[in-house]
């Protein structure tokens, strides 16, 4: 549905299952000119209205809806009056134009850093960078190692550390990885991210990012091992977390046989 | 209160739960006959924008075992004129067959 001066577009639907002719159809409207939307039936809607309930949580069909190509913003639905749903559309069209304007402004710090193993990478993981580089111009990431996590957890990772850095670096948000060795300090990290910037750079404009989980462990060393870098910290949904975390997934992995049994099972399946 | 002589939904029916049960049993109450309408596969995928795990054929089986239904018939359009004429043949298609 386009608006008559070319605004931007919308449809709205289900987004349960998607198969081959949702997709072309969908990305055929959105590479069209302009912003284009996408409205989730809610699940009350689906059930009350539609008379299907539906597979996956409104959340789950909302990310599926934003991940088609040229999909720029996405938003509830629970009416069919035309009315309301374009009202609904013109005001998430309006969230999306403020977002974007903000994400225009300049960053809040130059460089930014998150620090973790990112074992079996998960969407947890990706929201994590993407919130670093909501903040910052550049982010690096700081690998910990097979021997640190050895060391701490008495365990190896289920993916080496040169597999946990390949798909990092894969990713557009990330500068580059650094690593955290058996023996770094936190010293040791500032040190090694002072290497890719200006040497002239305001060391607060230098931040270590934290989820609040890590908070309380963290805090205390502002101003002595972090020095006179920032650190700031990320919003984490304990609730959420219990599905999107490392714990969660590598669960299932080592459930199935482990993560090399599920990557054969792919290759299989892809043949 | 005198009962109209039929009522009808439309729906998707792919994945029928208590909830929709109980809501065709209750809106049944209101209407002699009661009918219920299935999208058909091609209208889910493309105006509804999900893919149904059964087909129309399926689904029309499935609902046609539920209680307090009498007639189902399929359902490819939104539009009020298509949708009457639709409903009201299915209905004389049921009261003839009778």
Same mark, same amino acid.
């Given at each position: 549905?386009?608006?008559?001066?070319?605004?931007?577009g *919308?449809?709205?639907?289900?987004?349960?299952?998607?198969?081959?002719?949702?997709r072309?159809?969908?990305?055929?409207?959105?590479?069209?000119?302009?912003?284009?939307?996408?409205?989730?039936?809610t699940?009350?809607f689906?059930?009350?209205?539609?008379?299907?309930?539906?597979?996956?949580?409104l959340?789950?069909?909302m990310? =599926?809806?934003?991940?088609?190509n040229?999909?720029d %913003?996405?938003?509830?639905?629970n009416?069919?009056?035309?009315?309301?749903?374009?009202?609904?559309?013109?005001?998430?069209?309006?969230e999306?134009l403020?977002?974007?304007?903000?994400?225009?402004?300049?960053?809040? *710090?130059?460089?930014?850093?998150?620090?973790g193993?990112?074992?079996? %990478?998960?969407?947890?993981?990706?929201e994590?960078?993407?919130?670093?580089k909501?903040m910052?111009?550049?982010?690096?990431?700081?690998l910990?190692t097979?021997e640190r996590?050895?060391?701490?957890?008495n365990k190896?990772?289920?993916?080496?550390?040169?597999?946990?850095a390949a798909?990092?670096?894969?990713l557009?948000?990330v500068?580059d990885?650094?690593y955290?060795d058996?023996?770094?300090?936190?010293?040791?990290? =500032?040190?090694?991210?002072?290497?890719?910037?200006d040497?002239? =750079?305001?060391?607060?404009?230098?931040?270590?990012?934290?989820g609040?989980?890590?908070q309380?462990?963290?805090?205390q060393?502002i101003?002595?091992?972090?020095a006179?870098?920032?650190?700031? %910290?990320?919003?984490?949904?304990?609730?959420k977390?219990?599905?999107?975390s490392?714990?969660?997934?590598?669960?299932?992995?080592?459930?199935?046989?482990?993560?090399?049994?599920l990557?054969? %099972?792919?290759?299989q399946? =892809?043949? | 209160?005198?009962?109209?002589?039929? /009522?009808?939904?439309?729906?998707i029916?792919d994945?029928?739960?208590?909830?929709?049960? /109980?809501?065709?049993?209750? /809106?049944?109450?209101?209407?002699?006959?009661?009918? $219920?309408?299935?999208?058909?596969?091609?209208? $889910?995928i493309?105006?509804?924008k999900?893919y149904?795990?059964?087909n129309?054929?399926?689904r029309?089986e499935?609902?046609k075992k539920?209680?307090k239904? /009498?007639?189902?018939?399929?359902?490819?359009?939104?539009?009020?004129k298509e949708?009457?004429?639709?409903?009201?043949?299915?209905?004389?298609?049921?009261?003839?067959?009778?």
């Amino acid at each position: 549905m386009e608006e008559e001066n070319g605004r931007f577009g *919308y449809n709205v639907g289900v987004y349960d299952l998607v198969c081959r002719t949702i997709r072309q159809k969908v990305e055929e409207e959105a590479g069209k000119e302009g912003p284009y939307g996408i409205g989730v039936y809610t699940s009350e809607f689906c059930e009350e209205v539609l008379m299907t309930a539906p597979m996956k949580t409104l959340e789950e069909r909302m990310a =599926i809806a934003k991940s088609f190509n040229d999909v720029d %913003f996405v938003f509830s639905v629970n009416t069919n009056n035309r009315q309301e749903v374009e009202a609904l559309a013109v005001k998430a069209y309006e969230e999306y134009l403020l977002r974007k304007k903000a994400a225009e402004e300049p960053k809040k *710090y130059k460089v930014g850093f998150v620090i973790g193993s990112f074992d079996v %990478f998960h969407a947890g993981h990706l929201e994590n960078i993407m919130m670093a580089k909501e903040m910052c111009e550049r982010v690096f990431v700081v690998l910990k190692t097979d021997e640190r996590i050895f060391l701490k957890k008495n365990k190896m990772p289920r993916q080496t550390t040169a597999e946990r850095a390949a798909v990092l670096k894969f990713l557009k948000p990330v500068e580059d990885v650094l690593y955290m060795d058996i023996d770094t300090t936190r010293k040791d990290v =500032i040190a090694d991210v002072l290497q890719h910037c200006d040497p002239n =750079i305001d060391k607060k404009e230098i931040v270590a990012i934290f989820g609040s989980d890590l908070q309380a462990k963290e805090e205390q060393y502002i101003g002595t091992d972090w020095a006179d870098i920032s650190v700031a %910290f990320t919003e984490r949904n304990p609730e959420k977390m219990k599905t999107v975390s490392s714990t969660h997934y590598q669960k299932i992995c080592d459930a199935r046989g482990g993560l090399k049994v599920l990557e054969s %099972f792919e290759e299989q399946t =892809i043949k | 209160m005198e009962k109209r002589k039929f /009522d009808f939904t439309i729906g998707i029916f792919d994945t029928i739960s208590e909830t929709i049960k /109980d809501k065709i049993l209750n /809106d049944s109450k209101l209407s002699e006959t009661y009918g $219920v309408g299935i999208y058909t596969d091609k209208y $889910v995928i493309e105006e509804l924008k999900t893919y149904p795990t059964k087909n129309q054929n399926e689904r029309l089986e499935e609902v046609k075992k539920l209680k307090k239904v /009498d007639f189902v018939f399929l359902v490819n359009t939104t539009e009020k004129k298509e949708l009457k004429e639709l409903v009201t043949k299915a209905y004389f298609d049921f009261i003839n067959a009778k």
